[in-house]
């Protein structure tokens, strides 16, 4: 690890988050493996960086017992409850949408399923995060988000927001540091619900997994 990866793992330590290195995303699939029991219970946010590093392959395996959101076969109702399942869950895997050098996660979601299992619920939040999802504090954590996690997802998801059709936010057309929930009109819009961890209650319940790899968006 050099010296920058070294630093934010002792913030994240500060903040009573743990913070595990992996050199490889193959690495990181065995660690995880590894924290893994037969017949855990595991939910997980609709998260890129979880299926490019191959843990989404793991942690569907049978012998867990894994409540898939993305399972086309279910109704509204039937995913609507594996997010709630999330709340009892074993694991939790996700990613962050930034990383800041201090210690401190910041994510926005749209339904806020995931950043309600980030903040309470799950006994363990396992965060996979690649290199590209680090920055210097949380305003450019957010400058992040509006040009780069939020129209990248909703051009992923098929969302007809302003924002995949610019290639950013449409805050960035006011000013070069819009305020944090500044944006689009739009109905489908992702940026709904915002959260920014830092100290935490219980120690080392989220794990930051972070691969030496870019990962997601």
């Known amino acids: 690890m050099d010296k920058y990866i070294v630093e934010l793992f002792e913030n994240l330590e500060k903040n009573n988050i743990k913070g595990i290195y992996a050199e490889s995303k193959e ?36 012998k867990y017992r894994f409540f898939d959101r993305s399972d086309p076969t279910l109704t509204e109702e039937q995913r609507q409850e594996c997010f709630r399942e ?30 309600s299992a980030i903040a309470f619920g799950p006994k363990r939040v396992i965060m996979v995060v690649g290199k590209n999802k680090l920055v210097k504090d ?30 950013h936010c449409v805050s960035l057309l006011k000013t070069e540091t819009p305020a944090m929930t500044d944006g689009c009109d739009n109905q489908r819009r992702i940026c709904r619900n915002y959260l920014v961890s830092s100290k935490q209650n219980t120690k080392d319940r989220i794990i930051v997994l972070f691969v030496n790899e870019n990962l997601g968006y």
């Not at 998260?47 to 569907?60: A, L, N, P, Q, Y």
């Open 27 to 62: 690495q990181a699939a065995k660690m995880v493996e590894e924290m893994l029991f037969e017949g855990a219970v595991i939910t997980s946010g609709g998260s890129v960086s979880i299926k490019e590093s191959g843990i989404w392959d793991i942690i569907k395996d049978k």
């Open 86 to 115: 999330s709340i009892g869950a074993d694991f939790y895997f996700c990613s962050s949408n930034a990383v800041a050098q201090n210690g401190e996660l910041v994510n926005v979601d749209g339904f806020s399923n995931r950043i």
């Open 138 to 167: 949380v305003n450019e954590a957010f400058i992040r988000i509006k040009k780069i996690a939020a129209p990248k997802n909703c051009v992923r998801l098929g969302i007809d927001s302003p924002c995949a059709k610019l290639g």
